[in-house]
């Protein structure tokens, strides 16, 4: 695992997220999401985003999206470490599993599926279906 700490955050990600330009494009967002660069998220996604947390919402803009990124960002008492354990791409359809941890002892594991609008790598995030548990 590579291991680094943005603004306060741990992030850990697989060694080899680096051979696919799409890996490098969501480990990018998890890593934006630890900088609070939501600029960086919004050049990332459409403004039509469809952002599906299953059993408990479906965002369907941009701005809603950040809206509670922004709110998760500080949750529990503020987000402490991102770990990714799997990155997996297949042409405009990706998947990222892993685990967050927040400053008040809470644990969620999440896998996030995203479907990118084209297979250029430039295309932009168009969907995102989350799947979070809570695990302690």
Not at 42 to 66: C, M
Request: with cysteine.
């Amino acid at each position: 695992m590579n291991i680094e700490v943005i603004n306060g955050v741990k992030v850990s990600k697989p060694q080899d997220c680096g051979n696919a330009p799409k890996k490098m494009v969501l480990v990018g967002l998890y890593q934006a999401f630890a900088a609070c660069d939501f600029e960086h998220i919004r050049a990332n996604i459409t403004e039509d985003l469809r952002w599906n947390i299953v059993g408990w919402q479906v965002l369907r803009s941009h701005d809603d999206a950040l809206d509670l990124l922004g709110q998760c960002r500080v949750a529990e008492g503020g987000l402490k470490e991102i770990t990714i354990l799997n990155v997996i791409t297949h042409g405009n359809v990706c998947a990222v599993e892993g685990e967050m941890l927040f400053n008040s002892g809470a644990r969620f594991g999440f896998c996030d599926l995203f479907a990118f609008r084209g297979f250029k790598k430039t295309a932009k995030i168009k969907e995102v279906s989350s799947y979070v548990i809570r695990t302690n």
